[in-house]
């Protein structure tokens, strides 16, 4: 099965500017080489990314945060130590399981806190009775509820240079889509976009070279 | 970039939000339309063969491909048919066929919300509606509300 890496990468790439959910240093136990290595974790959305160093441009592996356990391994060999278990191909319990380990408490309490809560199924379930709450507290108040923004670049907080952002792709993307759009425009267009648009350009050909 | 291709398999076989056969076109020039099983799990796009169920019933079809959906533009092309392409390399698109201009109306908007990003924001934006007309938060009864993931709006002006 083929992974678009292009899909996974721009993602990484393209928010590398706004604060991930979690991030941190964190020990590894390796698959042949059975000892813990120190890597760079990045927790962004249901993506676990690790990196052999913060600043590098391409992580070393991704950890699909779907469907998995993530479980305190107590009496191992270090301290502060977990265990994110994978489901199997056939979606079964057991399967992969990564061993880590934080380098203290606060660390590791941090971490079962934001892995616990990273799956893209558990944002769906809070999602669908806000909305519904919405609507009704709309239709309670006779009042034409608006939609959320769909695209991605109202998902950028980091303040920045909203106008080169909303020049490069706000038009582009917006005459493909012919979305329409209600009231929320006028107060979106105030909201912030990410120096990470500005990273792209000059990352371009970096990009495409770095793919494997 | 390494990852485990069984998390994403087992994710693949997970309930779908959407699933249809479509025709579909790579992004590579020269590429033709095929038909595809489209599955659309979380925020991924697989897709498989179509003659899958002409294997033995042990065999667990897998998808010939995964796309993330995160960073994409999801575009109609035609009244049938839409494109979806990374924001890095709009030029590269992926070309879905469908069989109505419902069924096409029905793809964009489910592809389009199914980003983790987007669906935080979405996530965000109903939480603030819900406060500014209740004057109550409603991530605070499940006790989150003071998390980071949701504090988007705390950088609007």
């Known amino acids: 099965m083929k992974l678009n890496r292009k899909s996974v990468l721009s993602f990484f790439r393209g928010y590398r500017a706004q604060a991930p959910d979690q991030e941190g240093i964190l020990l590894k136990k390796g698959t042949r080489n059975t000892s813990y290595q120190r890597r760079w974790f990045i927790l962004r959305g249901n993506l676990l990314f690790y990196l052999e160093h913060q600043a590098d441009h391409t992580p070393l592996g991704l950890i699909l945060l779907e469907n998995c356990q993530v479980e305190q391994r107590l009496g191992a060999t270090e301290p502060y130590a977990f265990t994110i278990l994978t489901p199997r191909a056939d979606g079964t319990e057991g399967g992969r399981s990564y061993k880590l380990a934080a380098e203290n408490q606060e660390e590791l309490g941090a971490w079962l806190g934001a892995l616990a809560g990273a799956s893209w199924r558990q944002l769906a379930a809070l999602l669908s009775p806000l909305e519904a709450q919405y609507r009704e507290l709309c239709q309670a108040a006779g009042q034409e509820p608006s939609s959320p923004p769909e695209d991605f670049l109202a998902t950028f907080t980091t303040p920045s240079s909203f106008q080169e952002l909303h020049e490069r792709y706000g038009k582009e993307i917006q005459a493909l889509q012919g979305v329409q759009r209600g009231p929320q425009e006028a107060s979106d267009s105030e909201s912030s976009r990410s120096q990470a648009e500005g990273e792209q350009g000059l990352n371009h050909s970096v990009l495409l070279s770095d793919l494997r | ?157």
């Open chain 2, 1 to 157: 970039m390494r990852y485990n291709e069984k998390e994403l398999r087992a994710l693949s076989r997970q309930p779908a939000e959407l699933a249809a056969e479509l025709g579909m076109r790579g992004p590579k020039k020269g590429s033709v339309l095929k038909r595809r099983l489209l599955k659309l799990v979380a925020n991924f796009l697989f897709y498989f063969r179509t003659d899958e169920a002409e294997t033995a019933p042990c065999v667990l079809p897998q998808p010939v491909g995964a796309l993330l959906l995160e960073r994409c533009v999801v575009s109609q092309e035609e009244a049938c048919s839409f494109s979806l392409s990374f924001v890095e390399d709009m030029d590269r698109k992926y070309v879905f066929q469908c069989d109505s201009e419902r069924q096409c109306l029905e793809w964009t908007g489910a592809l389009r919300r199914a980003s983790y990003e987007v669906m935080r924001r979405s996530l965000v934006f109903y939480r603030d509606e819900i406060l500014k007309m209740t004057g109550k938060d409603p991530l605070e009864q499940l006790g989150i509300s003071e998390e980071a993931r949701f504090q988007l709006s705390a950088i609007k002006a």
